[in-house]
């Protein structure tokens, strides 16, 4: 009975004492202590940020490669630690009988008439297990602009003369190991943009299976009418009411003249913004020439050389437009000068009625034909606006994104087998360790280079990549 209670303990004890922990943050980074743990990231993030630097510093002054000038990085640092620990102690009773004699098989020799004794015992196996599994896992996400990498490492690259600077903020190879070491990103780069120099991958419009892109040709735009002017009324002979009433009609025109002035002035201003956007979006589409020129098919380039000579005829109506327009507020500076003067009038002691009425009357009228006539040219402005802005090429590069990935995995474990064999006894490992644990420390990083959209945020192909990839790694 003691040796049996003796037993019981101690499969209990194994039992409920092989509990896993979760892992520390020392343990996912691979550091001694949490310090360790802060530096190694950070250790990470400047080897990034340093040999993407250098891999694109010559490919940025290239005009091969001009169209990643507005290219971003996408980094995922995944650090893992996964720690397992079990217990499966297991052992035998037996129970030993008096030995047997078979005599239904008879002899157990031809010579004589021996019946041999058959041993009889009766064996109870016993067996339990217990185990627990923890992880951590930290995941440190980040961005970059390769433009921006490039001013960086320009500004590392001065004060790096410096020779009292830390040499852990130095872009050189440390010796460290793992991901805070030689990560061989230049060599990635110069690989998987490789085809683009040697042309064997070009700048082209390749859309999606049912889609289409193709640059949007501009219509035919109306020239602006013509500036009028209107004509004076007949004058009419003057009575006391009659001079109250061409008071008021003096009045009312010279309002109506600073009225038009204003709605001019407002003309104008629309037609000079609208030059300017046109005159932008031609810009724009010059330097596209530019980037695409060394890298892009026959049809890309000759459609963005479309492009550019259709904005080039609109840039040029809009500058005729807005020339034609600032002509109005000098005319109209004028016109409102003869009203205040006939407005004027009105003070004095012989203020002329009839010939102040039908002056303002006809600055009223060549007023409101100037206002109008502005109307017209920034309506035809506008038409001009609507039209460059259908005028898009928008090629899709040679190249549409690039995902790099490296992970390194480091196992540990133990185990203990403890055994005897006694009488009744045997245990407590009959089938294995009676008692084990490991570990695994898993670092990995995943970089998805591709063109910065809009919002400035990760493309959708940058997040298909590390979603590719997060698939592949996962997999045993």
């Not at 433009?147 to 009292?164: C, G, S, T």
């Amino acid at each position: 009975m003691i040796i049996q209670r003796n037993f019981l303990a101690l499969v209990l004890s194994l039992l409920f004492s092989g509990c896993a922990v979760v892992p520390t943050l020392e343990q996912a980074t691979g550091g001694i202590d949490h310090a360790e743990s802060n530096v190694l990231i950070a250790n990470v993030v400047q080897r990034v940020k340093c040999e993407v630097a250098d891999a694109f510093d010559e490919k940025l002054r290239d005009p091969r490669f001009l169209w990643l000038e507005d290219w971003t990085l996408k980094a995922d640092l995944t650090l893992q630690a996964n720690t397992q620990a079990g217990v499966a102690p297991s052992g035998s009773y037996t129970k030993y009988q008096r030995n047997g004699f078979n005599f239904d098989a008879g002899s157990s020799s031809l010579t004589t008439n021996s019946i041999s004794a058959v041993p009889q015992f009766f064996t109870v196996a016993v067996g339990a297990n217990l185990g627990e599994q923890a992880t951590r896992t930290e995941v440190v996400s980040f961005s970059l602009a390769l433009k921006e990498l490039r001013a960086w490492r320009a500004h590392v690259r001065a004060i790096e003369q410096n020779p009292d600077y830390p040499p852990e903020m130095r872009c050189i190879e440390t010796g460290k190991l793992g991901l805070a070491g030689n990560l061989g990103l230049k060599e990635w780069v110069d690989s998987a943009f490789y085809p683009v120099e040697g042309r064997e991958l070009l700048a082209g419009f390749h859309p999606a299976p049912g889609t289409s892109k193709a640059p949007t040709a501009p219509g035919a735009t109306a020239p602006p009418k013509s500036i009028g002017a209107g004509a004076p009324p007949a004058a009419a002979p003057l009575t006391d009411e009659e001079k109250e009433k061409l008071r008021k009609q003096i009045t009312d025109g010279y309002t109506a003249v600073k009225a038009s002035i204003l709605a001019a002035q407002g003309s104008v201003n629309d037609v000079d913004a609208i030059n300017t956007a046109v005159r932008s979006a031609l810009k724009a589409m010059r330097y596209k020439q530019m980037v695409y020129a060394p890298v892009a098919t026959q049809q890309v380039n000759a459609s963005i050389a479309l492009a550019a000579e259709q904005l080039r005829k609109l840039a040029a109506l809009t500058a005729t437009d807005f020339t034609d327009a600032s002509t109005v507020p000098p005319k109209l500076s004028l016109i409102r000068e003869d009203a205040q003067k006939r407005l004027d009038d009105l003070s004095s002691l012989n203020p002329a009625y009839q010939v102040d009425a039908a002056n303002v009357t006809k600055d009223m009228n060549d007023a409101d034909s100037f206002a109008k006539s502005a109307k017209t040219i920034a309506e035809h402005a506008q038409a001009v606006q609507k039209i460059a802005a259908q005028i898009g090429v928008n090629p899709d590069p040679p190249i549409d994104s690039v995902l790099h990935s490296v992970q390194f995995v480091l196992a540990y474990g133990a185990s203990v087998t403890p055994s005897w064999t006694m009488i009744q006894w045997k245990g407590p490992a009959l089938n294995g360790p009676a008692a084990s644990g490991q570990g695994q420390r898993t670092h990995i990083l995943q970089l998805a280079l591709g063109p910065r959209t809009v919002s400035d945020k990760i493309t959708a192909e940058q997040a298909r990549l590390i979603q590719n990839a997060t698939v592949l790694l996962s997999r045993p």
